[in-house]
Structure formats: C-alpha cells, structure tokens
C-alpha cells in the first residue's frame, strides 16, 4: 500500500496529477478541486494516496490532506460507491460538508454529485450515519479553521437545540449544520444566543 507520495508536480490537468518521485513518475487520480489547489508544475509537494487494484486496472486516487484520504476510503466501502463514485460526491462537497450531510440526512445535497442518484446517496447516509458524531464532527471542523482546539461536551446539547431551531424555520438541515458550525467558537453557552448568530450566517 502507498500511504503517500512527495514529489515534484511534472504536471496536472483536472483529473490527472503526474508526480515525480525521484525521476519515477506516477500518475495519480484526482478531482477538479483538487487540481484547482496545486501550485504551479515543478513544485514539491506531499500526495495522500489509495491505491485501487483490480485484475486488470491499478490506479492510484489522491488527496491533499489525510482528512480527504479518510472520508474517501469510508466512502468506497459504501455498496454501490466505487472509488469513481467518491470522488464525485468530494467533487460537490467537502469532507466536513459531507459529514453534516449525513448527520442531517440530507440525500439531496449527495445526490447533487455527478452519477449518484437518491438512492445511492440514501445508501451513503445509512452506512456512514452510525460512524459518525455531531461531536466529533464540530470539532474536526474547528479544528480544520483554526477556531479552538477543544470543544466543551456540555455545549453539545446547545448545538442540537440550534439546529433543530433552524431546521423549524424552514431551513435544510445540511444548512443548519453549517451556519452553526460557522456561528459556534465554542464559547457561546446559551441556544438562544447562538440560534440568532446561526442565522447571520445563512
């Protein structure tokens, strides 16, 4: 298994990545998004990778960041997503995205992925749901935007009363998410208050 790759970028378009990794040059699947982050071609950089092997396809998928590599291989153990299937729904959503999206249910937002229909992405939130926690998943996210390291257990409660709030009023629940997640640095202890700075950001 290749956890990795650091190289020169010897050049990229929106699906394919050519690294060179000591004068070998290997070609690594990536998305449009992706691709939209790399410097420019001759830069060193660091390539998160899976490799898929079948009896008669190798292919190696890769990713900036571990996070990416992580939410990817939870995807690709979804029946009916194969690591095609990942990479499109990564292409629309991020992986904190994602991840509110499946705690929320929201199949629609998956579903908006090129080649997923509703039922797939009904598979995706049935799957992954019960490996995912609203916790975990707020503080990943703080984390990722260099808000606060540690998030406190006893404001979960808070979160929930806020998203539940939001979602009452007639706004999704993947936005609900994430005008929380943008509202809460972790210090506000009150649903009310944090309901009203929710709101600022939807």
């Known amino acids: 298994m290749i956890g990795f790759l650091r190289g020169n970028i010897a050049g990229y378009n929106n699906a394919r990545l050519y690294l060179d990794v000591n004068g070998v040059g290997y070609e690594i699947n990536i998305t449009e998004g992706i691709a939209s982050e790399l410097p420019p071609v001759g830069t060193e950089i660091k390539v ?36 095609k299937g990942a ?37 995706v939130i049935i799957d992954l749901k019960d490996k995912l926690s609203l916790e975990d998943t707020f503080e990943h996210a703080f ?29 999704s629940s993947s936005d609900a998410y994430r005008a929380v997640r943008a509202a809460d640095d972790g210090t506000i202890t009150d649903s009310n208050l944090l309901l009203k700075a929710a709101l600022k950001n939807i």
């Open 48 to 83: 998160y990778t899976h490799l898929v092997f079948k009896e008669d396809d190798i292919r190696l998928f890769g990713f900036l960041r571990e996070d990416d590599l992580a939410i990817f291989k939870q995807l690709i153990q979804v029946s009916g997503i194969g690591p």
């Open 87 to 123: 990479q499109s729904i990564l292409s629309v959503l991020s992986p904190d995205d994602l991840r509110f999206a499946i705690l929320a249910g929201d199949s629609k937002a998956i579903s908006k992925a090129p080649g997923i229909g509703a039922k797939t992405a009904q598979r």
């Open 143 to 171: 984390n990722e935007g260099g808000k606060v390291k540690t998030l406190q257990p006893e404001n979960s409660g808070i979160r929930e009363e806020a998203i539940e709030a939001l979602t009452a009023l007639g706004y």
